[in-house]
């Protein structure tokens, strides 16, 4: 089992014991999610597509937030920004501003990248560093920016 899947285990049994509903039924879901994937796809999943996945989830409630306060649905925003603070806890510390655009830069220079047309060896290089710790949108819009 991955260390981020036993580490889900033991903070959801953490989460029974202290009654905290909220988190419980987040992190249940979490596991629930990685249990889809491990069961359709027939694999054991390992820590980084853990991550993938929890950065997808995090994608997703961010997206929720978004629409539903646009809707003027307070109630249901809320809900998703506390579920979106538990999926945080088990993401990596993101990476700032420096971080991420020293990284950029390291993977222009090492793709040899020329111009837009090179974007994808940009992104994959830059990608499984920076997978749960920044968003890819933001990344994209970095690369675009340096490429041009």
């Given at each position: 089992?991955s260390?981020?899947?036993?580490r889900?285990?033991?903070?959801?049994k953490?989460?029974?014991?202290?009654k905290?509903k909220?988190?419980?039924?987040?992190i249940?879901m979490?596991?629930?999610?990685?249990?889809?994937i491990?069961?359709d796809?027939?694999i054991?999943?390992?820590?980084?597509?853990?991550l993938a996945?929890?950065?997808?989830m995090q994608?997703?409630?961010?997206?929720?937030i978004a629409?539903y306060?646009a809707?003027?649905?307070d109630?249901?925003?809320d809900?998703?920004k506390?579920?979106?603070?538990?999926?945080k806890e088990?993401l990596?510390?993101?990476?700032?501003?420096?971080?991420?655009?020293?990284?950029?830069?390291?993977?222009?220079?090492?793709?040899?990248a020329?111009?837009?047309q090179?974007?994808?060896?940009?992104?994959?290089l830059?990608?499984?560093?920076?997978?749960g710790?920044?968003?890819?949108?933001?990344?994209?819009q970095?690369?675009?920016?340096?490429?041009?």
């Amino acid at each position: 089992m991955s260390e981020l899947k036993q580490r889900l285990s033991d903070e959801m049994k953490a989460a029974m014991r202290a009654k905290a509903k909220l988190r419980l039924a987040t992190i249940r879901m979490m596991l629930a999610e990685l249990k889809r994937i491990e069961v359709d796809e027939r694999i054991e999943l390992d820590d980084a597509r853990v991550l993938a996945t929890l950065d997808k989830m995090q994608k997703q409630r961010r997206d929720s937030i978004a629409q539903y306060e646009a809707a003027g649905r307070d109630d249901l925003a809320d809900i998703e920004k506390a579920e979106l603070l538990v999926i945080k806890e088990f993401l990596p510390q993101p990476l700032s501003e420096a971080e991420l655009a020293a990284m950029v830069d390291a993977a222009v220079s090492n793709s040899g990248a020329q111009g837009m047309q090179d974007m994808g060896k940009v992104m994959a290089l830059v990608k499984p560093q920076a997978q749960g710790r920044a968003d890819m949108g933001a990344i994209s819009q970095l690369v675009k920016a340096r490429l041009t």
